[in-house]
């Protein structure tokens, strides 16, 4: 074997470790510790392995028909995508993995008693991210249970999709999962949009203006697909969906205003610990009681108990980061006259900028 030959090899192996490396520092956020990685990287490889592209399955006889029909409806939604959305035309969503179980990670988010501010994880190319995943259901919940000896607040949360950034479209891109393929058109348009969303702008160390952009995309471009392409029937269950997911985030919002509040208000200094922790015992147990008002006025749905059941600082402010700034990047899209290019270029240019600097330029737009 020639010395050239050689160092050819070397280096592709080194692109295949960096960018897996880059992988285990995406939506997974761990430290850099080998086990970790470890788990990371192996997981990411287990699931690329188990994708096959879509006219692959749509060809299969074994396919069953209801998951073609998905499979077909997710290829119309991708093209919607590129061609209306103007998001990326690359390998990602083409190919399609049957996983075997509930959720692709589950992500650990932590926080002090009287706070919520999440612990964060730091990596030398995304930045800090304040979760860290696991593929693997028991990994996460024994971080979990480390992380509550400390006396932090811990939840732990399946997460059905996750992006590599376009990093890894050279082996695929990230592939439609079993987790959310069966999703409702509308919330499987949501998914995929918003996934996406984060191959155009990602700005290093900054989850709350990452997931408020990718929300925003996702909420915007939803509604456009069901507009133009849904049935009476799917817009009916989307707008139904939509208003119940608009109370409960409009609930949780005003808990964290109210929590905030007690952490962080000036008076609070001055309160001893057992005060506020019993003010935000009271708060909580509020937050509780109108959710249950909120869902007799539903008849019933239940498809937020799991989260109230498992609603701390941790839960508050995880979803902090993906609801805070979507109202100054959807007022930044109208000011942009609905353009989705120059929408998309306002917000690199925003990201260029330090985190206070473009936070307070969003709030600015609201």
């Known amino acids: 074997m020639s010395w050239t030959l050689s160092c050819k090899r070397l280096s592709a192996r080194l692109k295949v470790l960096v960018a897996l490396a880059a992988v ?19 997981g990411h ?12 399955w749509l060809a299969d006889a074994q396919t069953p028909e209801p998951l073609k029909a998905r499979l077909a409806m997710s290829q119309r939604i991708r093209s919607f995508a590129v061609a209306e959305l103007k998001l990326p035309d690359n390998p990602s969503y083409q190919r399609y993995a049957d996983l075997r179980r509930s959720a692709v990670v589950w992500n650990v988010v932590a926080a002090p008693e009287l706070s919520l501010r999440l612990k964060t994880w730091c990596f030398p190319v995304v930045g800090c991210v304040g979760y860290r995943g ?11 249970a480390q992380l509550a000896a400390q006396g932090l607040e811990v939840s732990v949360y399946g997460v059905p999709a996750y992006s590599t950034l376009g990093w890894m479209n050279w082996a695929g891109g ?18 995929v949009f918003h996934e996406l969303a984060h191959q155009v702008v990602y700005a290093a160390g900054d989850t709350m203006f990452n997931e408020s952009f990718a929300t925003a995309v996702e909420r915007l471009g939803s509604q456009r697909w069901l507009a133009a392409h849904a049935s009476d029937a799917a817009r009916h269950h989307y707008q139904q969906f939509e208003q119940r997911r ?25 309160l001893s610990v057992p005060a506020r922790v019993a003010m935000k015992n009271i708060a909580m147990q509020n937050f509780r009681d109108r959710y249950a008002d ?24 995880t979803q902090a980061a993906y609801d805070e700034l ?41």
Not at 246 to 252: E, I, P, S, V
Not at 340 to 363: I, N
């Open 24 to 42: 285990a520092s995406l939506s997974l956020a761990g430290c850099s510790t080998a086990g970790y990685y470890w788990q990371s990287v192996s």
């Open 326 to 366: 979507v109202p100054g990047f959807e007022a930044l899209f109208a000011r942009e006259g609905g353009d989705w290019q120059r929408f998309y270029d306002a917000v690199k240019r925003l990201a260029e900028l330090p985190q206070v600097q473009r936070h307070q330029a969003l709030k600015a737009n609201e």
């Open 134 to 144: 696991y593929f693997n259901e028991q990994d996460a919940r024994a971080e979990a």
């Open 246 to 270: 608009q109370a409960f985030k409009a609930l949780a919002l005003a808990t964290r205003r109210e929590l905030t509040d007690i952490y962080e208000s000036k008076e609070a200094p001055a």
């Open 45 to 56: 490889l287990s699931l690329m392995n188990a994708a096959r592209p879509v006219g692959d």
């Open 174 to 191: 990230d592939p439609l999962l079993s987790t959310f393929i069966h999703y409702p058109e509308g919330e499987l348009a949501r998914l």
């Open 294 to 317: 909120l869902k007799a006025s539903w008849g019933g749905f239940a498809g937020y108990d799991p989260w109230v059941a498992r609603a701390n600082n941790a839960a508050f402010g």
